[in-house]
């Protein structure tokens, strides 16, 4: 089970962490990924993170602004996001992927954790 938190009301130009906890699973052993969903719109990459040596992969809408980090000793995965903007505004899920190799297509991930909502105003 995973479960994503930290998200919250934030202004343009803030910066939120979101944290993703696992339960039941050992996240050493997979990839693993966030994607959001705003309004209206298609799902989107976010980021991705490899089990093999904690490389972060971005979509290119956060690239420079979002980092990516694991926690192996609290079974947990991060995004730091700052310099937020509106269009960041959307529901963001973690979920993991088989196998170590990480991906932003969101096709390749089996689990799917509850979202948390990232509001960006002022």
């Known amino acids: 089970q995973l479960q994503a938190s930290g998200g919250g009301l934030v202004q343009p130009g803030g910066s939120l962490r979101l944290s993703c906890a696992a339960s039941?699973?050992?996240?050493?052993?997979?990839?693993f990924g966030w994607f959001r969903q705003a309004p209206g719109k298609e799902r989107e990459a976010v980021s991705s993170?490899?089990?093999?040596?904690?490389?972060?992969y971005y979509g290119n809408s956060v690239k420079g602004r979002f980092t990516i980090s694991r926690d192996h000793a609290k079974n947990a995965i991060y995004l730091q996001m700052n310099s937020l903007q509106p269009e960041d505004t959307a529901v963001y899920h973690c979920?993991?992927?088989?196998?170590?190799?990480?991906?932003?297509?969101?096709?390749?991930?089996?689990?799917w954790g509850q979202g948390t909502l990232v509001t960006v105003s002022s």
């Open positions: 979920a993991i992927k088989g196998g170590r190799t990480p991906s932003l297509d969101a096709k390749w991930y089996d689990y």
């Open positions: 039941g699973v050992t996240l050493d052993y997979y990839a």
């Open positions: 993170i490899s089990s093999n040596d904690d490389t972060g």
